[in-house]
């Protein structure tokens, strides 16, 4: 059965550095999507992606957060100078235009650690 | 804005019985999709059912089945015969029919007891 996969699952950075959060989803699916879980909290939307835009973004998803589809497959989440608040599980859904994109598929997550 | 409340951070549960976790929901449209999402101590978030509002019909898959109010914006899930496998965190989340981004409640956290 396919599945959405994340790398890594588990990063660790210092503050102010960058980091990319890589996604594969499944494959024909064409709507793309990022939420955060900080420890003990809701699931939060940031960002949805279409057709090679973002359709839609989330207060959280400041400019210091960027997405990118950039070979077909992959689907990337750059934080540019990640802060200790940043540190969270990442994960990355993908929706098929069959579905109009209501089912969301979620991969297994990265966890970011951000000291 | 759309807000999703589970109002029971645990529950707890004998196996091979029934339990019912509560969900409620604030939102003006009219059209939407629920969905319950399981994750287990591997953190995965898994689908266990999902309800589109425009049906009156409670969705059902094996165990697992909802009592779906849209009156009263609640939208329950109900596990029977309870299994070890079933013990994990329950989101509860909410979409808009036109929108992308999913809410999500603070979770319920089950366990079953052998």
């Known amino acids: 059965e396919p599945e959405v996969t994340q790398t890594p699952s588990h990063q660790v950075t210092q503050m102010g550095q960058e980091v990319i959060l890589r996604c594969v989803p499944i494959s024909n699916h064409l709507y793309f999507y990022w939420y955060r879980q900080i420890l003990g909290q809701k699931v939060e939307f940031l960002v949805s992606?279409?057709?090679?835009?973002?359709?839609?973004k989330s207060e959280i998803f400041d400019d210091q957060f960027s997405v990118e589809r950039p070979d077909g497959s992959n689907f990337t989440l750059k934080i540019r100078s990640t802060k200790l608040e940043d540190s969270a599980m990442y994960f990355c859904?993908?929706?098929?235009?069959?579905?109009?994109?209501?089912?969301?598929?979620f991969g297994p997550g990265t966890r970011l650690t951000v000291l | 804005a759309q807000t999703v409340t589970q109002s029971q951070p645990e529950m707890s549960v004998q196996e091979a019985e029934t339990v019912t976790l509560s969900c409620t929901y604030d939102t003006s449209e009219s059209d939407y999709y629920l969905f319950w999402y399981k994750q287990p101590p591997s953190r995965q978030m898994i689908l266990v059912i999902r309800q589109e509002a425009y049906k009156q019909q409670n969705a059902t898959e094996n165990r697992f089945s909802v009592n779906f109010q849209k009156a009263a914006k609640s939208f329950s899930l109900k596990i029977s015969d309870s299994q070890l496998g079933d013990a994990a965190m329950y989101f509860c989340a909410y979409r808009g029919y036109n929108n992308n981004d999913m809410r999500f409640g603070a979770g319920t956290r089950l366990t079953v007891k052998p």
């Open positions: 992606f279409y057709n090679n835009e973002i359709s839609e």
């Open positions: 859904a993908s929706g098929s235009l069959r579905a109009g994109g209501n089912e969301q598929f």
